[in-house]
């Protein structure tokens, strides 16, 4: 009985920027328990073909569209598609961002701001597109990504740390609003993980060593580690859970 809990069948999961890393392994997670998915990028083709295998391996239905996050007109109508066509949104993971890796002084403001657009404001665009037919439904589950730098910062990341610690407070704010009415609002702070975002991290021997260094397993995440924790706030195994952050960082915030 238990772990029927974590079953997704008849669930339509929404993964914004689903088409790699964490959000690509996110969208096979919630595939794997048997929701129905939909990825939305600003590249269709790469939407097309996350979808295509995540259907093949699950056998479930998914859609691949293109959708740019900042976009609200181009959400509302990926929205309206995607319930036209698999019936319901009942899952959105806010998992679309960017990172641009420069100290305060040398940060162009464009580069800040495409940080915002993307990182922030595009949560706040799904979200609002979205949350009227979970209300209507009666049931909704919103699970943003922040990250451990939304809780501790790190010099020459200015614009990143900045929207993953308002996340948090977004995720807190948003789960009063929507306790009523049956929709949870949670978000995940990864730590490092081996994800495309990093890969100029992980190509250098020597940050890579630093990073090590601040994580007690002594070790980065592997995709997969992503797995449980969507699963666990998507699922009613999480129906008591909203307002908080689940941390998958190998310990780093907990020194």
């Not at 990504?145 to 910062?153: F, K, N, Q, R, Y």
Request: aromatic share 6%; charged share 15%.
């Amino acid at each position: 009985m238990s772990l029927e809990l974590f079953k997704l069948n008849g669930k339509v999961a929404w993964i914004t920027g689903g088409t790699k890393g964490l959000g690509f392994e996110m969208a096979n997670a919630l595939a794997s328990v048997g929701a129905d998915i939909v990825i939305n990028s600003r590249n269709r083709a790469e939407a097309e073909s996350a979808a295509k295998q995540i259907a093949e391996k699950h056998r479930c239905r998914t859609l691949g569209l293109q959708a740019d996050v900042t976009n609200s007109p181009e959400i509302n109508a990926m929205v309206n598609r995607t319930i036209k066509e698999l019936g319901s949104i009942d899952i959105l993971v806010n998992n679309a961002g960017i990172n641009v890796r420069q100290p305060t002084v040398d940060l162009p403001l464009e580069e800040w701001q495409k940080v915002l657009d993307i990182n922030l404001t595009g949560p706040f665009i799904c979200t609002k597109a979205v949350a009227p037919h979970m209300i209507q439904k009666g049931w909704g589950r919103i699970i943003h990504l922040s990250s451990i730098l939304g809780h501790v910062g790190m010099a020459g990341r200015p614009a990143y740390t900045a929207t993953k610690g308002a996340i948090v407070l977004l995720t807190k704010t948003q789960a009063l609003e929507f306790a009523t009415k049956g929709i949870t609002v949670n978000a995940i702070c990864p730590g490092p993980f081996e994800t495309p975002m990093n890969l100029p991290l992980l190509q250098n021997p020597e940050v890579y060593q630093a990073f090590v260094a601040k994580i007690p397993l002594g070790r980065w995440g592997y995709l997969h580690e992503i797995h449980g924790a969507v699963i666990f706030l998507a699922s009613n195994a999480a129906s008591y859970v909203t307002g908080t952050t689940l941390t998958v960082d190998g310990g780093w915030t907990a020194q």
